[in-house]
């Protein structure tokens, strides 16, 4: 499923799952104990030392099942990677995409089977001129959607020179036109993840960069260093 860049393979030490599941066990038997002996006799402040452990006992449980990796770039020890999204090194910052097995990099040749890169969607943008899978000549203009709720209340409306984020039907939905050529569809789509600013993502990684410096450089910014 991955090009042949370099990859590190996923491990999942003995020691960090016994870490976890100990660290689990002593929080259970904290939770039976408060149980069994409220704090203050039961009131707010027992909820919320509850509520506590109760977080503790996830937390726990994370560490325990997420396996240890390093960036195959720069060997920066770090976390494995959710199958079908990409994290930045912070180290490097080289792309990385990854599965249980292994992290590999992605160079900006990579193509995936669904969009995966975002870059944050500024009110005003342009596109670079090429298809966004391909990059050959875009003969057309294929639209990808978000519905509200998704999208929050900080999507602006914007029209731009070339690009555009509209909303349709009273602000429910938002939709972005994206340029494509003949032979590819489905480039991009919209996304929304919480407390952050809506996104496009693209399935072209080269694209995704090309659409990033383009907004730097129409902002004043330049190319990022
Ligand atoms: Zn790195
Ligand atoms: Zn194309």
Not at 10 to 35: D, Q
Not at 55 to 81: N, Q
Not at 118 to 142: D, S, Y
Not at 211 to 221: I, S
């Amino acid at each position: 499923m991955h090009p042949s860049t370099p990859s590190h393979p996923v491990e999942r030490p003995p020691l960090r799952v016994v870490t976890g599941l100990v660290f689990l066990l002593g929080l259970i038997l904290l939770a039976v104990r408060v149980f069994t002996h409220p704090i203050g006799g039961g009131g707010a402040l027992n909820v919320l030392a509850l509520i506590g452990l109760a977080l503790g006992m996830l937390a726990a449980v994370g560490y325990a099942l997420t396996g240890v990796t390093r960036c195959p770039a720069c060997r920066t020890e770090m976390d494995e990677i959710v199958e079908g999204t990409t994290a930045t090194c912070e180290s490097c910052g080289v792309t990385l995409m990854g599965d249980a097995k292994r992290v590999w990099t992605v160079d900006e040749r990579y193509v995936h089977d669904t969009p995966v890169f975002p870059v944050t969607l500024p009110e005003r943008f342009a596109w670079p001129p090429a298809c966004c899978v391909c990059g050959a000549q875009p003969t057309r203009m294929i639209q990808a959607s978000l519905k509200k709720g998704h999208t929050g209340r900080n999507v602006a409306l914007a029209v731009a020179t070339g690009g555009m984020l509209i909303r349709t039907g009273g602000g429910s939905t938002v939709q972005v036109e994206v340029p494509h050529c003949d032979d590819c569809s489905g480039g991009a789509d919209l996304h929304k993840p919480a407390l952050e600013d809506l996104q496009i993502r693209f399935r072209s990684r080269g694209y995704a960069l090309a659409f990033e410096r383009l907004q730097e450089a129409r902002a004043g910014a330049g190319p990022p260093a």
